[in-house]
């Protein structure tokens, strides 16, 4: 209008008019750009933070077999780099997929209201920019996929290092680690490449078909101003709306390849969030009141069967069958991969047994709600693990309203406390992330600690001292005999001088049970025991 009617007719107060208007609707849609920018932030961040939480819930449910089929680097990056790509796809959703369509639309209406002839070149151009869309969308979703797998790779890489850091710099072993991060991280890179520079390709297809849509513009427009079927001011509208359906047609374009990795890691995200946890609590009786409880600490174990998921078919445990009374201590033993600990592991449920049951006080551990049946058993693993924070805060992980009396009376127990006292400190003594600030053996009699702490019916130690020396391993022994008396106790150790005290000592070999009895009677009537023995008197001798 301006150049079309107020520049021919000199009409200086229509020309400021519609100037006027077209600054105050300028200043209005950076406004309403402004506010859907925020507003696509927090909707975004919050719906980032929801999932995130659902998904670390999710994973808190899984049992050991469900961590073990996704791994624990691919967990990591799910909760993550999925979550947050899948936060900035929202984001710019929200952002470009309310204004990319109305522009879109609008921008069309108003192209049809000038000109409809010369609408038709654009009706021309964007079914070609959608096919080309499609067709490069549909393969950049599975390089996407590819891609994220690599970062699983990448990410356990960068883990396994950091965790076993000091094993790395004690053998010497960096430049084999460096090899190592070198092949995923170059793995990831090409992935990422190949993603790249197929949706690469769609701004320039785009921009070739919009510019030769507007070259076909300018060539039939510039006919029809001389002939009167098109003023000037029309020809410059109408390029002006078809760059912004070139803008929207971008707009759409960025939204896709968003949402193609987007639908890659959604589907990651959905995986975990659609798994069902193998150990799960039974239906809630009618009576709350009713529900089994820990009390004695009798433990049976009736012809038991497990093999893990990941374990080709092949038993780790076979036809196991043995009793516990209240208050006994029970020792196994055995050689490497005989199954000692993943039989303790039945106990608190962390696995569930493929075949037999396992009771606790007459009643089945599948029978009892997982929160009640692990707040009646203690547990040492076998790979002792700390958390940041105070040594406080870490013992009462096992009672958090214990008093510090009764925590340093369990400290003492564990012959932690003369370490603990003797730091600036005491019990507010910072520790690392994993316990890095203290040594193996003092990371040891805290986790004892804590596990008394709980003040356990049944107390399971899978080779919970082999980091202590045996004069410290014979306090803490001698603690337990006196002070924790009624307390079932099972102690995995492949130390004879830790178990021959025991009430009871169970062989097994390759998954089966090979003999049962005190020290003296399997010393004198089993193989396997008397072979563990002699190896043992043979190191000492030497």
């Known amino acids: 209008r301006i150049i079309d009617v107020g520049i021919p007719a000199n009409d200086i107060w229509y020309i400021a008019r519609i100037g006027v ?66 936060q900035i796809t929202l984001m710019m959703s929200l952002r470009m997929l309310l204004r990319a369509p109305l522009m879109l639309f609008f921008s069309i209406v108003i ?29 950049a ?22 965790i076993a850091i000091r094993v790395v710099k004690a053998f010497v072993r960096e430049a084999h680690e460096k090899s190592k991060f070198k092949i995923a991280n170059d793995a990831y890179m090409e992935a990422a490449q190949r993603a790249g520079f197929l949706t690469s390709l769609l701004f320039p297809v785009m921009i ?4 030769a849509a507007t070259i076909a513009v300018i060539w039939f427009g510039g006919k029809m101003v001389p ?10 509208s109408f390029l002006s709306y078809l760059m912004m359906i070139l803008i929207s047609a971008m707009m759409f374009s960025m939204a896709f390849i968003l949402f193609a990795r987007a639908k890659a890691c959604a589907q990651r995200v959905l995986e975990v969030m659609d798994t069902q946890a193998t150990v799960v609590d039974r239906e809630a009786l009618a009576e709350p009141e009713a529900e089994p409880q820990v009390t004695k600490g009798k433990i049976e174990f009736r012809d038991v069967d497990f093999r893990y998921a990941t374990g080709e078919g092949r038993n780790v445990l076979s036809d196991i069958s043995f009793s516990v009374e209240p208050g006994e201590v029970v020792a196994i033993v055995g050689g490497t991969g005989s199954g000692k600990s993943s039989l303790l592991s039945l106990i608190p449920r962390l696995y569930d047994c493929t075949g037999g049951q396992v009771f606790i006080d007459g009643v089945d551990v599948r029978d009892y709600r997982l929160e009640t049946l ?17 040594v406080r805060e870490n013992l009462l992980w096992g009672n958090s309203d214990a008093s510090p009396e009764e925590m340093e009376y369990c400290a003492r127990a564990a012959q932690a406390h003369d370490f603990v006292a003797a730091t600036p400190d005491g019990y ?10 203290l040594s193996g053996g003092q990371r040891q009699r805290l986790c004892i600690a804590r596990a008394m702490l709980k003040r356990p019916r049944i107390l399971i130690l899978d080779d919970s001292t082999n980091a202590v020396d045996t004069a410290t391993e014979a306090k803490i022994r001698r603690a337990f005999q006196s002070e924790f008396k009624d307390t079932t106790v099972l102690l995995v150790s492949q130390r004879i001088s830790s ?14 049970v090979s003999g049962m009895g005190t020290h003296e009677t399997l010393s004198s009537g089993n193989s396997i025991y008397r072979e563990i023995c002699l190896s043992q008197q043979e190191r000492l001798a030497a």
Do not use: C
Not at 124 to 135: D, E, K, T
Not at 227 to 236: C, P, R
Not at 374 to 388: C, D, K, T, Y
């Open 499 to 512: 178990v021959k005290d025991a009430d009871r000592i169970v062989v097994l070999h390759d998954g089966r």
């Open 428 to 437: 507010g003594t910072e520790l690392g992330q994993g316990g890095v600030n």
């Open 141 to 162: 979703e599975r390089l996407f996929a590819a891609m994220q797998r690599r970062l699983d790779d990448l990410n356990g890489a960068v883990q396994e290092n950091l």
């Open 374 to 390: 692990r707040a009646g058993i203690g547990m040492v693993l076998q790979q002792n693990v700390l958390f940041s924070g105070t």
């Open 21 to 86: 208007l077209m600054v105050v609707l300028g200043v209005i849609a950076i406004g309403l750009g402004v506010t859907n920018m925020r507003f696509s932030a927090y909707g975004s961040q919050g719906f980032a933070s929801n999932v995130r939480q659902a998904l670390f819930d999710k994973v808190l449910s899984f049992s050991f077999a469900n961590i073990d089929a996704f791994h624990s680097a691919s967990l990591v990056t799910r909760l993550t780099s999925d979550v947050t790509q899948l």
């Open 208 to 211: 070739l078909i919009l510019n």
């Open 227 to 236: 002939t009167g079927e098109m003023g000037t001011g029309e020809l410059i």
């Open 111 to 139: 192209v049809l209201s000038i000109n409809a002839r010369l609408s038709i070149i654009m009706f021309v151009a964007m079914p070609l920019l959608a096919i080309s869309l499609l067709l490069i969308m549909r393969s």
